[in-house]
Structure formats: C-alpha cells, structure tokens
C-alpha cells in the first residue's frame, strides 16, 4: 500500500480507544461521509489485559498501565492508525472527485460537473445558473415594480405619529385614533399662555393667542 495518503485537510479523526472512524467532508457543500468503524483487536486484548490484571495485580498490572499508556499515544500518527487511514480513504474515495480547477475535494452526487469534468464551483451547471439569474431577476423587477406603486395615499402624514396610545398605553397601529379605546393619537402642543393644545407639531407660535410655543 502507497505510504502517502490523500484527504489530508478534509477529514476528522473520530477514532476511539476501540477501533477508527474517520469522517470526510466535500469542500463546497460540507456534507459528510464516515468510514465504516474498524474495530482494534490489540485494544480487545488490552481491555481483556486490564480486566485480568485489576485482579491479580504485579506484572499484569504494569502490562495494564502500558496499555493505559498506549491510549494516549493514540492521539498521535502510529502504523495502525495509518493503515486504518488507508483503508477509509479507500472506502470513501469512489465517493468524492478532486477538481483540477481548485483542487478541492467534492462529492460526486451534489458537487461534481460531470460534463465538464470540474467540480460546480469552478464549473457552474448551467441550468442552474439560468435558474437563479430567473430568480434574480425576478426579484430585483419585484422591489422595482413596488417602488413605482404609491402605497401611502391611504396613510395621514401630517400628524406625528406615535407608537403607544397616551389613554390606554396600547400599541398604536397607525392612524388618527386608538383602535382599541379611540382616543385622539394627533400630538398635542401646548401653549404656555392661553393653554390651547391645538397647535401642530413644529409651529413656533400659538394659532389661539400668538404667544411663542
């Protein structure tokens, strides 16, 4: 078997203390595919080790904590791990295309132009991308076509509005008066001399008296 092997930045290692899995991820569509789980006969043997060796103590016990040991140096590249590396990339290979465009690593069901011998990212499908230049399209004439449309000749622009209703402390939903106990939502100015409150917003003097607001 080849010493090297590929998919070395698109995988995960979710190998256990009972045997290796490995997870390999397409680069465009992140979707994944796991390896069947190789099950580790020397840690069967180990664990069986351990068993015996918590009962009987001494030489079996020090066997014991070498295997404990071992569990650790899992974490690392060993032969074993190595091999079993191989033999998923085997497995999963048939599954996945490496682009000559980019160079990622695509799954061939979702990700792959066949036609062109380029994964979608380099070599979008065309029917697709037609279908979502429609799409596109579609929405930019949409915002257009509500743009042209004037959708506030119903709405009163003159009064300030206000988003609470000062007599019953409900939500406002628009308009001149509360829909839910009918008081007057127009804003209120009051005059400092005469009292009037029937000054619009923004006026500077008084429409009763012309004092200054």
Same mark, same amino acid.
């Given at each position: $078997?080849?010493?090297?092997?590929?998919?070395?930045?698109?995988? *995960?290692d979710l *190998?256990?203390?009972?045997?290796?899995?490995?997870?390999?991820? =397409?680069? &465009?569509?992140?979707?994944?595919?796991?390896? %069947?789980?190789?099950?580790?006969? $020397?840690?069967?043997?180990?664990?069986?080790?351990?068993?015996?060796?918590?009962?009987?103590?001494?030489?079996?016990?020090?066997?014991?904590?070498?295997?404990?040991?071992?569990?650790?140096?899992? %974490?690392?590249?060993?032969?074993?791990?190595?091999? %079993?590396? %191989?033999?998923?990339?085997?497995?999963?290979?048939?599954?996945?295309?490496?682009?000559? +465009? =980019?160079?990622?690593? $695509?799954?061939?069901?979702? =990700?792959?132009?066949?036609?062109?011998?380029?994964? /979608?990212?380099? *070599?979008?499908?065309?029917?697709?991308?037609? *279908?979502?230049?429609?799409? !596109?399209?579609? &929405?930019?004439?949409?915002?257009?076509?509500? &743009?042209?449309?004037?959708?506030?000749?119903?709405?009163? /622009?003159?009064?300030?509005?206000?988003?609470?209703?000062?007599?019953? +402390?409900?939500?406002?939903?628009?308009?001149?008066?509360?829909?839910? =106990?009918?008081? !007057?939502?127009?804003?209120k100015v009051g005059c400092?001399?005469?009292?009037?409150?029937?000054?619009?917003? +923004?006026?500077?003097?008084? !429409?009763?008296?012309?004092?200054?607001?």
């Amino acid at each position: $078997m080849a010493d090297s092997v590929p998919f070395t930045d698109n995988f *995960s290692d979710l *190998s256990n203390t009972q045997g290796y899995q490995f997870e390999f991820r =397409c680069e &465009r569509c992140g979707n994944g595919f796991r390896s %069947a789980f190789q099950r580790d006969n $020397m840690e069967t043997g180990r664990s069986v080790l351990r068993t015996v060796g918590s009962f009987f103590g001494g030489t079996l016990r020090d066997l014991s904590n070498s295997a404990d040991q071992w569990r650790y140096d899992r %974490a690392t590249n060993s032969p074993a791990k190595d091999r %079993a590396l %191989a033999a998923a990339v085997k497995e999963i290979t048939p599954s996945f295309r490496q682009c000559r +465009g =980019c160079g990622d690593w $695509m799954c061939q069901d979702q =990700c792959w132009n066949e036609e062109i011998g380029q994964c /979608l990212r380099c *070599s979008p499908s065309v029917a697709e991308e037609i *279908s979502r230049a429609q799409a !596109s399209a579609q &929405r930019d004439q949409i915002w257009d076509k509500a &743009r042209e449309k004037d959708w506030t000749s119903d709405l009163d /622009l003159e009064t300030r509005a206000k988003v609470t209703c000062p007599g019953c +402390g409900l939500k406002a939903e628009g308009g001149k008066f509360c829909s839910s =106990c009918g008081t !007057s939502l127009a804003l209120k100015v009051g005059c400092g001399g005469c009292g009037s409150e029937g000054n619009k917003p +923004g006026a500077l003097f008084c !429409s009763d008296c012309g004092s200054k607001l």
